[in-house]
């Protein structure tokens, strides 16, 4: 039925929320900016980092935005050591549907070098086939970033299935023509997710590969 998943990558594959709040909450500090909630970042979380800053600050210059990007890299890269972790079971499940034939994919809000960083840190880059970041396409959930995964994969919107935690996530595949999953325990509130009309409401990586598994075409088998 699929022939390739794409992965949002913060509050889907890792759990980063939380230094991400953090990073942006003392980069806005640093600069006078002004008191971000948690609740606003966390709205945010999934967008390309100009378009987030932003919709946070909606009066921001550009100069500003530079500014925070550079502040945000600071702690988020280093400064900041608000742990983060790979969801329960993702590491297990990856391999295990990367064994089986299952081709994979990223679409993440995420910069190259951000990405790039946490492959290498999570040791996962090996199960992805390709990924598109923010700064190289369009941000989400423009459904740029997955027509170009598509057309290097040479699979079918209708052959893809995209998976994530916020509205961005499912916006952008059903712009893309693609079934969409949700991940109940990411950024954005359930409420949020079910109008998009998800074929799937998963709470962990075991549920999803199952799930996977059980409607998944291998193109070797077919």
């Known amino acids: 039925m699929y022939k390739l998943l794409i992965f949002d990558w913060d509050g889907t594959v890792i759990d980063s929320a939380a230094r991400i709040v953090s990073s942006m909450q003392a980069a806005a500090r640093d600069l006078d900016l002004g008191e971000l909630t948690d609740e606003a970042v966390r709205n945010i979380i999934g967008l390309g980092l100009p378009e987030a800053i932003r919709e946070l600050i909606p009066m921001v210059t550009d100069e500003e ?21 790979l969801f329960p079971g993702a590491q297990h499940s990856l391999d295990r549907m990367h064994n089986k034939g299952i081709r994979m994919a990223v679409a993440t809000g995420k910069s ?26 369009t941000s989400k959930p423009d459904p740029h970033m997955l027509e170009e ?16 935690d916020t509205e961005y996530d499912l916006e952008m595949g059903r712009r893309a023509g693609m079934d969409v999953i949700a991940v109940s325990y990411g950024a954005h509130h359930l409420d949020r ?30």
């Open 149 to 164: 995964i598509l057309a290097e994969t040479g699979v079918k919107a209708s052959e893809a299935l995209m998976i994530g």
């Open 65 to 85: 935005i530079q500014a925070m990007r550079e502040r945000y890299g600071h702690y988020y890269l280093g400064a900041d050591d608000t742990p983060t972790h």
């Open 193 to 222: 997710l079910m109008k998009y009309d998800p074929v799937l409401v998963v709470h962990n990586f075991p549920e999803l590969e199952a799930w996977i598994e059980s409607r998944y075409t291998l193109e070797e088998t077919v």
């Open 112 to 137: 190259r070098k951000g990405l790039d960083r946490v492959f290498a840190e999570t040791g996962l880059a090996y199960v992805f086939e390709t990924s598109r970041c923010a700064d190289e396409t």
